[in-house]
Every structure is written in C-alpha cells, then in structure tokens.
C-alpha cells in the first residue's frame, strides 16, 4: 500500500512539474525587420496578421531600442546582456568569443534544453546550445548551407520555410519532452538583398506601397555624417543586386524559371519607361519596398505556423513566445536603406511578447527598454539566478503590468563600425522619453532632437538658445550612463591611419 502511495506522489509531482513550473520559450528572431512593417505597430505599408496575433494576445513594447544598431553586435548583446565594449562584439568585423558567459549557458545550469535554427551570424560556433543548425555567414534565401554540430548540409528550397521546418522539427521529434525548453527560431530575412518566397513574388504589383514623409530628406539642420553616408535608396542602391534587374544568383533550375516568369516583365517595363529623376527614385522606392515586405510576409506566414503548432499541442499555454529583431531599418525614411543611426527607426527594434496567464492580451508598454534586457528576462521568466555583472535589467515585472517606480529614465547608445559598410560616423548618445542628444565623437559634433516637436529627426537643435537648459541636463545624463556601464573613456580608439581619413 505504502509504495502505490509514493506511486502517486510522484506521478503528482510528475504532473504538477509537466504542467508548467518552469515555462518554456520560444525566442522568434529576425534580422533588420522594421517595426513600420508590422501592421501591430500601425503599419500603412503591410499587413502581418500572426506578428498581430502575438500582439492581441500578448504586449507589443513601443519603446524598445538596441545598443549598437547592427546583426552581430546586436546578437551579443541579446547573448550577454552586455555592452559591446564589454562582451567584445564591437562590429560586425569581430569574432564572437563564445567562451564566455551567456544566457543559454545558464539556462542549461537551470535545467533548461536549448537549441537554436537559423541565422547566427558571429563566425565562432553557438555555445549554450544543446542543438544547432546555422547559416554560414549572413545565409542565403534560397538553398542554404547548414553548419550543424555533425558537419554542413544542404537544404533546398526557401530559407525562411526551412528554419521553421527545422524549428518545428525539433519540437516534434527531437527534443526531450520531460524538460522544459529555450528554443531559438532566428531568420535571414527581411536582411538584403530581399529575395520573396515565389509564393509571394507577385504580391504588390496591383498597388503602390506608401512612401514615408521623409524619403526625399535632403538633410539640413544636421551635421556632416546624415549626408555623407553611403545608403541612400536614390544613389547607393545597386541594379543587379539590390534591385534585380538581373536574375539572382543561386537558384536551382525550377526557381529560376519561376523567378524570370515574374520578374522579367517587371524589368522589362521598367527598362522601357526610360524613368529618370524623381519618377526613377519612386520606381526604385516601390521596387524595394514590396521585395522587402515580401520576405516579411513569408516570415510573418512562419510565424503563424509555430503558433498553429503551439496551439494544438497544447503547448501555448506554459510557453512564452518572444518576437524580436536584431535591430530596426530604414524602410525609405531619411531617403534610407540599412540602419547603424542612432536616429529612431534603427535604433528602435520591435518587441512582441505572448505569455497566456501572465501578460494581459492587446497590453501596450512605453517604457524605455532594450535588447541590453533580453538575457536578464529570460532567466527570471525560467527562475535562474541573474548574474550581477550583466548590464540590463530584467522586464519581467513589465510582463506582468507594473513598472518599478526606479524603472530606467534614459537609455545609452554606442555605435562603432566606422570606416565601414555605408560610411555611417561614429556615435553614442542618450535618449530619455522626449530627448536625444548624440555625439559624433570623432568629429566632436553634436546634435540634439526634441522627438515631441520633431518625431522625425529633421532638425537638431542643439544650438538653440531655448534648449540650453535640456542640453546641460542631456550631457549630464550621458556622463552618468557612460560611468554606469562602465563605457572606456577612449572609446576603442581608431587606428593612426584611419584617424587621418576621418
Ligand atoms: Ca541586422
């Protein structure tokens, strides 16, 4: 009798633990998705009817920025919660020391299974991954090569379909289901050079696609570095790669006929109407616009098949599902491609998280947070202990609907890959709810935006006599920041050579 009654404790103890002490995750990564193509986030450009899902059932943060607005640094510092000044990743240029501490790591010294499918993009191999398959480098759309901890592998077809494919798979077939898991579902896309899923290779020919006020910026009222950059959808945007007036490369022959079946009489209008001036620049914007909103429908499509999936196994319930990108982009605004600026639309990422029971459906959050927070919150959303020496701060609390009163005021920026791709000067900054002031450090030239009176950035006014007062108290803050994450006072100074092209 005794032992059917340990049976049964234990087969109580089984279910209570089964049915959800410790939650699992679903991190959804994207890479360079701009929150004005999320319909959640007001979007005139698209509609992401799953992306939307995540938000109607869970809470969409309005005010969530990176560090450093580019792919690899971006990604250490989701996987640290660290600075890059602290966690090494500075440009895209570096080697990610995946011998130290990160997130996943932890989560496994927390009981947790972790895996990880797509983009990875830091050159050293995933660490803190029980399972793994990446992306060579930044990846292709079509027909990618795996690195996988048992060697590389071929896949044919859509890129963004294969990760949620190889996501989904392990799910059902590989993962162990006693334990609770971390799982990472990380995309190419929307990255350059936006090559759409065939499926969606004719969406948007029947309609022009919104253009954002300041597509034809001409960048007055702003220091040097806003017009001396190199991306420029008018000027730095090129024929055959960015707008496929030639087929692109890497498609097997079945894809490449559906290919020059859609986009060749496209390209043969255009060369037609000999456009020029602004009409070309409208041509080149459209041309852009609906490849780039392409590739998001095939994600947003992926999205809805993990939550499909989620929902009818019933594991909805005890997962949090987190959706996110590596940083925003310019999707036309300031005339731009890319991203790098401390200026909003880079600097600003989305973030969308789902946790039935715990977070309030269709919630919205203002606060200040950043991707600096990631790595902290996943480990109080598993109940593992925060190290003290990451920099963020935990957004649970904010999940649930109440802000701490000593809650973050201001945030910092920092952004170094100068010389570099797109010619974008080096900066750091601070920005509080109204504010922004940034440092063009090498360059010594600042600029301040009042993001009330000038959501778009079109007028700095540093040296307005009526802002003397913001500017003291801004450059205040920045000190204080700088002290408290602990940023070198150097900066990681550029080399002789390069501080003489500057
Ligand atoms: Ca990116």
């Not at 079109?458 to 500017?471: F, W």
């Not at 108290?473 to 006072?489: A, G, S």
Request: proline fraction near 5%; charged fraction near 25%; charge should be positive.
């Amino acid at each position: 009798m005794k032992s059917y009654y340990i049976l049964y404790l234990f087969l109580i103890g089984s279910v209570f633990w089964a049915s959800g002490k410790q939650p699992n995750i679903l991190f959804i990564f994207s890479d360079d998705h701009a929150y004005q193509a999320i319909s959640a986030y007001g979007s005139n450009r698209n509609q992401t009817p799953n992306l939307d899902r995540l938000a109607n059932e869970g809470m969409r943060f309005d005010r969530a920025f990176v560090t450093n607005s580019i792919c690899a640094p971006s990604r250490a510092v989701v996987l640290t919660g660290k600075h890059s000044h602290l966690n090494g990743q500075f440009t895209n240029k570096e080697t990610f020391d995946g011998s130290q501490q990160t997130f996943p790591k932890l989560l496994q010294k927390a009981g947790y299974q972790t895996a990880l499918f797509g983009k990875w993009h830091l050159k050293s191999s995933p660490t803190g991954f029980d399972s793994w398959e990446v992306l060579r480098g930044q990846g292709p759309y079509y027909n990618p090569l795996f690195l996988t901890k048992k060697g590389r592998k071929n896949i044919t077809g859509y890129t963004t379909n294969i990760i949620t494919d190889r996501t989904l798979n392990w799910l059902k077939n590989e993962r162990d289901k006693e334990k609770p898991f971390f799982l990472c579902s990380w995309h190419k896309a929307p990255h350059r050079n936006w090559l759409p899923a065939p499926k969606y290779m004719s969406k948007y020919d029947d309609r022009d696609i919104p253009e954002p006020e300041t597509l034809r910026d001409n960048y007055e009222n702003r220091l040097s570095p806003a017009s001396t950059q190199a991306m420029t959808i008018d000027k730095h945007m090129r024929d055959d790669w960015d707008f496929k007036l030639t087929t692109p490369k890497g498609f097997n022959n079945e894809q490449k006929r559906i290919w020059e079946a859609t986009y060749e009489p496209k390209n043969k209008a255009f060369r037609e109407a000999k456009l020029e001036g602004d009409d070309l620049l409208k041509w080149k914007y459209q041309r852009y616009a609906k490849d780039y909103l392409r590739c998001i429908d095939s994600v947003d499509e992926n999205i809805g098949r993990l939550l499909d999936y989620l929902d009818q196994t019933g594991l909805s319930k005890n997962t949090v599902v987190v959706y996110s990108s590596d940083q925003g982009w310019y999707l036309g605004e300031h005339g731009w491609y890319d991203k790098r600026w401390m200026y909003e639309e880079s600097f600003r990422t989305p973030l969308l998280v789902r946790w039935p029971g715990t977070i309030e459906p269709g919630s919205v959050n203002m606060d200040l947070v950043q991707n600096l927070d990631y790595a902290q919150t996943f480990l109080d959303i598993c109940e593992a202990k925060q190290p003290t020496d990451m920099q963020g701060r935990s957004l649970l609390s904010l999940l649930k609907g109440e802000t701490p009163e000593d809650w973050r005021k201001s945030i910092y920026y920092q952004y170094y890959e100068f010389p570099g791709s797109h010619n974008v000067r080096r900066h750091y900054g601070v920005r509080n709810h109204r504010y922004k002031l940034i440092h063009f450090y090498m360059i010594d030239g600042w600029e301040l935006y009042d993001l009330q009176n000038d959501p778009n950035e079109m007028k700095s006014v540093y040296g307005e006599p009526e802002y003397e007062q913001i500017r003291n108290v801004m450059k205040k803050e920045l000190i204080r920041l700088r002290k408290k994450y602990l940023v070198p006072e150097d900066n990681r100074p550029l080399p002789k050579e390069i501080k003489e092209i500057y």
